[in-house]
């Protein structure tokens, strides 16, 4: 076999590196991991791109797999194209190196802190509050990692007295370590972790700060994690705005 024929067979890997090889595609799917569908509009907006190049960029996007879309009218939407696209964009996320930080506005600094303290990755928690979340789990039982993360009785019976019914998916895992690329410390992930982000939103633990992935702790979710998981420290996460 030689060279050629080797390459010929297998995955292409190159193939998909190379749809995030480039500044904005890769920045459109870190932004498309607050779960939400966007149209070609907005991330053009978001990128700081021409409309045309947007729509180019996410045509190739789509087609390697990478993006589902689907159209309403006039409007097309675009969403990443499911779970496991979104663990990729993390864990990759997660690796790659810090790009250096330029003078910002104050604006854009308060921004950036906070999603650092508490975030939406796709449809989990993540940053200081997430990573807090997860430690505070494991210190009460109800997350094990002594062979791999798994959810033990006590957390099943923790969810249960939340009101929390995970859905049937057996394509994901019911708990997965997802590293935080901020953090640099592992948070929840999987049905589990999306579970718990949902109840926390439809319970106003947290409440989403502008249309950015960035969320807050509110006093309810203050309250409601130290009567749930215990004191601590990191439930004092405050509003960046305030």
């Given at each position: 076999?030689n060279?050629?024929?080797?390459?010929a067979?297998?995955?292409?890997?190159?193939?998909?590196?190379?749809?995030?090889?480039?500044?904005?595609?890769?920045?459109?799917?870190?932004?498309l991991?607050?779960?939400?569908?966007?149209?070609?509009?907005?991330?053009?907006?978001?990128?700081?791109?021409?409309?045309?190049?947007?729509?180019?960029?996410?045509?190739?996007?789509?087609?390697g797999?990478?993006?589902?879309?689907?159209?309403?009218?006039?409007?097309?939407?675009?969403?990443?194209?499911?779970?496991?696209?979104?663990?990729?964009?993390?864990?990759?996320?997660?690796?790659?190196?810090?790009?250096?930080?330029?003078?910002?506005?104050?604006?854009?600094?308060?921004?950036?802190?906070?999603?650092?303290?508490?975030?939406?990755?796709?449809?989990?928690?993540?940053?200081?509050?997430?990573?807090?979340?997860?430690?505070?789990?494991?210190?009460?039982?109800?997350?094990?990692?002594?062979?791999?993360?798994?959810?033990?009785?006590?957390?099943?019976?923790w969810?249960?007295?939340?009101?929390?019914?995970?859905?049937?998916?057996?394509?994901?895992?019911?708990?997965?370590?997802?590293?935080?690329?901020?953090?640099?410390?592992?948070?929840?992930?999987?049905?589990?972790?999306?579970?718990?982000?949902?109840?926390?939103?439809?319970?106003?633990?947290?409440?989403?700060?502008?249309?950015?992935?960035?969320?807050?702790?509110?006093?309810?979710?203050?309250?409601?994690?130290?009567?749930?998981?215990?004191?601590?420290?990191?439930?004092?996460?405050?509003?960046?705005?305030?």
């Amino acid at each position: 076999m030689n060279n050629r024929d080797a390459h010929a067979e297998g995955p292409d890997l190159a193939a998909l590196a190379g749809l995030l090889a480039d500044n904005t595609r890769a920045g459109f799917c870190l932004a498309l991991l607050d779960g939400r569908a966007w149209t070609a509009t907005e991330l053009a907006r978001h990128a700081g791109v021409a409309a045309s190049t947007a729509t180019e960029h996410l045509n190739l996007l789509v087609a390697g797999g990478l993006l589902a879309q689907e159209r309403q009218g006039r409007h097309r939407y675009v969403r990443l194209a499911d779970p496991a696209t979104a663990e990729l964009i993390e864990n990759l996320a997660s690796m790659a190196p810090l790009r250096p930080t330029p003078p910002h506005s104050l604006p854009a600094v308060n921004r950036s802190r906070a999603l650092a303290r508490a975030r939406t990755c796709y449809d989990h928690l993540a940053g200081a509050l997430g990573v807090a979340i997860t430690t505070a789990m494991t210190d009460r039982g109800l997350l094990d990692w002594e062979h791999g993360l798994t959810l033990t009785g006590n957390g099943t019976a923790w969810l249960n007295e939340l009101g929390i019914t995970l859905p049937p998916d057996k394509r994901r895992p019911p708990v997965r370590s997802c590293l935080d690329w901020t953090e640099r410390r592992p948070h929840l992930a999987g049905t589990v972790g999306a579970a718990v982000c949902r109840h926390a939103f439809d319970s106003d633990w947290i409440t989403q700060i502008g249309t950015s992935r960035a969320v807050v702790l509110t006093d309810t979710g203050r309250r409601a994690l130290r009567d749930h998981l215990g004191p601590s420290d990191d439930w004092s996460v405050t509003d960046p705005r305030s």
